[in-house]
């Protein structure tokens, strides 16, 4: 087994959480010495993450708006009974601009790819091959892992990157569109306009199951694509996902108290949109959040992101009864009808939704009118307290 010398700090995942905190380091700690692990090949995987513009506080965009390739000023949804278009913006990050940035801002001693994690514990990590790194605090940003005590749903999709041989016409992004076929739940489709001649669809399900049929929604993916116009559309990307959709279930099954004290960031440690499962906004907060730790030690990252979970786990139960409500009080051909009474809402009330902000205004707006669902099973599902 071999010991190197030890740095602060050791960043176990090179996702989305896991870069995004390194580059805040590098950026604005240059006094740590870190070191970031990713088992696979390249930082960041296979993804567009989007975000609305008031997801992230206007004095942390030094962080992500590098890494933007796409802005839209506008976006649309589609409903059966309801189209709107909304004013407010709409960025995307290609995981290929992450992969950049970190190569480009670290040098080859503060990262490993390709190898994978076998050890980690409050202050070293064990790597494939019996390289052992010593540090003064682990951080694990590694992804989901298995949660039991935690009731979920799943927003799930796959998503290919289409380039057409005549301009596509599509000008702005459209985030829902349910005048499709509903099945395995809410369903719709979802589109990014890259540039005059590349956009990304996407098939999307709000299900209570995670599993993706992916030959199944491939082939729906290009036929849909081809009955729309698009002329000799040929794919050159694609994604899948499988985001959590939290309908009940104790911050505690991710930070138990018997376990050992090693911080955790992105959705490990449970920082996401309770209702989308878009962890973004929350990267960008914690990594800022990490470069004005003063204390580096195991212990007191682990006990600096535990209270921010917890806090914000309280903050957002509002959107796990909303959950609740979708999953539980509308059949699942019929939950389209939810969404689409949402849209109905103010523009400022809709953007403060997916930035987890609602004033007690929103949330009486929310609440309001006549439910697009059985009033019993409403308020049967807001009762619940999660499975």
Not at 171 to 177: G, S, T
Not at 311 to 334: S, V
Request: proline share 7%; glycine share 8%.
């Amino acid at each position: 087994m071999v010991t190197r010398a030890a740095p602060h700090l050791v960043i176990v995942g090179g996702g989305l959480a896991g870069c995004l905190a390194a580059l805040a380091l590098a950026q604005r700690r240059p006094d740590i010495d870190f070191v970031l692990v990713e088992q696979h090949g390249a930082f960041g995987g296979n993804h567009v993450w989007s975000f609305f513009d008031d997801d992230v506080d206007a004095a942390h965009r030094w962080l992500i708006a590098p890494l933007v390739g796409h802005h839209w000023d506008r976006h649309a949804v589609h409903f059966p009974r309801r189209s709107r278009e909304l004013g407010f913006g709409y960025n995307s990050v290609r995981s290929s601009a992450l992969d950049a940035a970190v190569r480009s801002l670290l040098p080859p001693e503060r990262y490993r790819l390709a190898r994978q994690v076998t050890d980690v514990s409050p202050g070293h990590v064990v790597l494939e091959g019996g390289e052992r790194i010593e540090a003064a605090a682990v951080i694990d940003a590694r992804g989901p892992a298995p949660a039991p005590g935690l009731d979920l749903a799943w927003q799930k999709f796959v998503g290919r990157i289409y380039r057409t041989g005549d301009p596509h016409g599509c000008m702005r992004p459209v985030i829902m569109d349910a005048r499709c076929a509903q099945r395995d739940g809410y369903r719709f489709l979802y589109t990014l306009p890259f540039s005059a001649s590349e956009l990304l669809v996407e098939d999307t399900y709000y299900s209570t199951s995670p599993a993706l049929d992916l030959l199944a929604i491939r082939a729906g993916l290009d036929a849909h694509v081809g009955q729309s116009g698009w002329a000799e559309a040929e794919v050159v990307g694609e994604e899948t996902g499988v985001l959590p959709v939290l309908l009940g279930g104790d911050i505690a099954a991710l930070w138990p108290a018997s376990a050992p004290p090693v911080a955790k960031l992105g959705l490990r440690g449970g920082f996401f949109h309770p209702t989308t499962g878009y962890s973004l906004p929350d990267a960008v907060r914690n990594a800022v959040l990490l470069t004005e730790q003063s204390v580096l030690t195991g212990p007191a990252l682990h006990d600096v992101f535990r209270a921010r979970a917890e806090a914000l786990w309280r903050e957002r139960r509002f959107f796990t009864l909303l959950n609740r409500m979708l999953f539980r009080a509308a059949e699942p051909e019929q939950r389209y009808r939810v969404l689409e009474h949402f849209y109905r809402l103010p523009e400022a009330t809709i953007a403060r939704f997916y930035a987890a902000r609602l004033t007690r205004i929103d949330k009486l707006r929310i609440l309001s009118g006549r439910p697009p669902v059985p009033v019993g099973r409403a308020l049967a599902a807001m009762r619940e307290r999660g499975r």
